[in-house]
């Protein structure tokens, strides 16, 4: 029996075109389709935690020529924690889906985050989310309108792959 259900599994993924993809250091691209992926993570800083641990899935779409897609944001809320490796352990997270779309002002390129949301958890960022992309590897959070945030470098999310 569980050889008949792997056998069924790896045929719908080979059908389906999901065990097709060529990734490199900075970025996946399925072959299918032509999307490429790129994920950032980071922690930020938290009203009411010690921080909050950022990781951004981004799908872009090869028909608008890699200028809109679709996202994932997990949200991981961190408290300090000296009995952790780490010195802070996760209280709690959230999940938000969405689209974004790519814009240019001012000579720069910003994504803009919005929230679908049927397919996000309640406690996620509301948005829309604005990010400035700084190079290739950086994104850094910015307000509504466009402007940086007094400590850059805490509010930088760093490409991952």
Known sequence: MKKTFMVAAL???AVTGLASCNCNKNSCKNEKKGDRIEIYTGV???ADADGV????KLDFDDDQNYTDGDYDLNETFLVSDSTAVMGTRDTKSF????????????????LKLVRDN??????SAEGPI???AENDSTLVMVNADLQLPENVAQYTLKRTK
Not at 53 to 56: E, F, G, W
Not at 96 to 108: A, C, L, P, Q, R
Request: no cysteine; aromatic share 12%.
């Open 44 to 46: 930020l800083p938290a």
């Open 11 to 13: 045929a719908a993924l």
């Open 118 to 123: 049927k397919d996000s958890q309640v406690g």
């Open 95 to 110: 999940l938000s889906e969405g689209d974004f779309i790519v814009e240019n002002k001012d000579g720069k390129k910003y």
């Open 53 to 56: 641990r950022y990781t951004l």
């Open 130 to 132: 604005y990010l400035l």
